[in-house]
C-alpha cells in the first residue's frame, strides 16, 4: 500500500471519530484538515497502478 493511501486511510479514521487526531503524523494530519470524508474514501481505496485518474464530470 502506497504511503499516502495509508495516510488517507488514518486521516478517514480521524474524521471519523475512530483516531485521535492528537495521534495523526505527517500527511495523515494535513488531509484530515484540507480533504472531505468523501475524498479520504476514495483515496484509501484507489488502486493506483500508473494509469491515469478517471476524472468524471
Known amino acids: ?7 488517507a486511510g488514518a486521516a478517514l479514521s480521524a474524521k471519523r471519530g475512530e483516531t485521535p487526531k492528537s495521534e495523526l503524523k505527517g500527511a495523515s494530519k494535513q488531509m ?6 468523501k475524498q479520504l474514501e476514495e483515496f484509501a481505496s484507489t488502486k493506483r497502478k500508473g494509469k491515469p485518474q ?3 464530470k
Open 1 to 7: 500500500m502506497p504511503a499516502q493511501q495509508k495516510a
Open 32 to 37: 484530515v484538515e484540507s480533504m472531505s470524508e
Open 54 to 56: 478517471h476524472v468524471s
